[in-house]
Structures are given as structure tokens and as C-alpha cells.
């Protein structure tokens, strides 16, 4: 086989491997690769084939990586999410709360519920904040 020929299946396999990662390193290895292996059949020589893919590589890896990472990073919304978005929220005692247990309406859902103090009951209808989740249990505190 030729060293184009090598060049093309590294590049194509470094790109695939690009799935399993996400991280865009071997994206920028394969497109080195790739470089090379054109240079390689139009050029000839391994060697060239070698100064290509390090120096395509290094550009794509410093220049072009950060940029995508920056405009992939920016799409993502930095809401709180899951869990977190509900500590500090009100809800609404359905079931008697105490240190044991009990039930609570946050946001439309139930949730196993229990005091923070351990010491007081919070009787239904009474609003609480959500101070923490400890597994699928709200841990709340009676509003005043």
C-alpha cells in the first residue's frame, strides 16, 4: 500500500473514532490525516506525508478546535436544571410533614416531602420552601 493509501484510512478511522469522543481531538487528527494522505498522492514520500499531517494537525488543533468549541459551548443553556431548579421554590403541603415524612405539591408534582428541623409537623395546605432534595425526597421548611 502506499503511504496516501495509509494516510486516508488513519484520517477516515481518526474521524470515526471523533463519534465515541465528542472532544474534537482526534476530528483535528483525522483532518490531518487526511492532508496528508492528499499530499501524499499527489506529492509523494512519506515524509511529506509526515510534515503535512504535523503541521495541519497542529493549525487545526490550535486555530480551528477552540473556535468550534467556543460557538459549540455557546449554544448550551446555562439554566439550572433538574433538581436544582426547584430548591427555593414554594410548594404546597398535601400530606401531613414531619422528620418522618410526608407529601408536597411543587410545581404540579408530588414529592415525598420531610422537615429540615426534624422537630416541627407542617400541617396541608401550608406553604413551604424547598430547601433541598435528598434523593426523591424535598427536604422543607414552613414560610412564615
Request: net charge neutral; aromatic share 4%.
Amino acid at each position: 500500500m502506499t503511504a496516501a493509501v495509509i494516510w486516508l484510512i488513519v484520517g477516515v478511522l481518526l474521524v470515526v473514532a471523533e463519534l465515541l469522543s465528542g472532544e474534537f481531538v482526534l476530528l483535528m487528527l483525522g483532518g490531518g490525516a487526511l492532508a496528508a494522505g492528499g499530499v501524499s498522492l499527489l506529492v509523494g514520500g512519506p515524509l511529506v506525508g509526515g510534515v503535512v499531517f504535523a503541521v495541519v494537525s497542529v493549525l487545526l488543533l490550535f486555530a480551528v478546535r477552540p473556535a468550534l468549541r467556543r460557538r459549540l459551548d455557546r449554544g448550551i443553556d446555562p439554566a439550572v436544571m433538574h433538581h436544582k431548579a426547584l430548591l427555593g421554590t414554594t410548594a404546597v403541603v398535601v400530606a401531613r410533614v414531619d422528620e418522618h415524612g410526608g407529601r408536597v405539591k411543587i410545581g404540579g408534582d408530588l414529592w415525598s416531602a420531610r422537615t429540615s428541623d426534624g422537630h416541627h409537623a407542617i400541617e396541608p395546605g401550608a406553604r413551604v420552601t424547598v430547601l433541598s432534595i435528598s434523593g426523591a425526597t424535598a427536604v422543607v421548611v414552613a414560610q412564615d
